[in-house]
């Protein structure tokens, strides 16, 4: 069963990489870089849609995504594809809608949307976790998350304890 912020949600069973569509909001007009469209979890997409709309102010192009959402099959493909780089299968943020690749055109921490991120998306509710950071466990200067993610993530494991709560990001 799970619990969320989402009354939609309630006693349904939901699982990484399976989340229901009521779970999920579609950013409007926004694709990723094979033409899928932008999904998270509905809670974090409000404040996904306004980083967006910052990236934008500042650069004056769309932030270049490479995956949002990404269910069950595609982390299986990414694991298979991506080796280390990619989480295993059933555990990937992208998984519960609550991360983002970008596309670093190989500039990796140099890149000056990997800056302007790095400084400006915590603002929006996401970061790049120290494990991604350069020197990090597994650098990944691409991949970015809802902070307090964990947070979400335990409120679809925790459903034993009662009605939903809300979750404030640290």
Known sequence: ???????????QVVKNGRLPE??????????????????????????????????????????PLN??????????KAKAEHGKKAAPPGSSKHGWGLAFDFDTSGQF??????????????KR????PPWAQMGGSNEEAWHFEAIG????????ANVEQGPPIPV???
């Open 149 to 156: 993610a964990d947070k979400y993530i335990a409120i679809f």
């Open 125 to 128: 509710g996401f970061w790049n």
């Open 22 to 63: 009521t779970a999920l909001k579609t950013i409007e007009g926004v694709k990723d870089s094979k033409g899928r469209p932008a999904k998270f979890l509905a809670e974090v997409a409000d404040e996904f849609e306004l980083l967006l709309k910052d990236f934008k102010a500042h650069f004056g192009v769309d932030l």
């Open 67 to 76: 995956d949002t959402y990404r269910d069950y099959d595609r982390q299986v």
């Open 109 to 122: 921490y140099d890149s000056p949307y990997y800056q302007w991120l790095y400084v400006n998306a915590p």
């Open 168 to 170: 404030e990001a640290d």
């Open 1 to 11: 069963t799970a619990a969320s912020l989402n009354p939609e949600l309630s006693g």
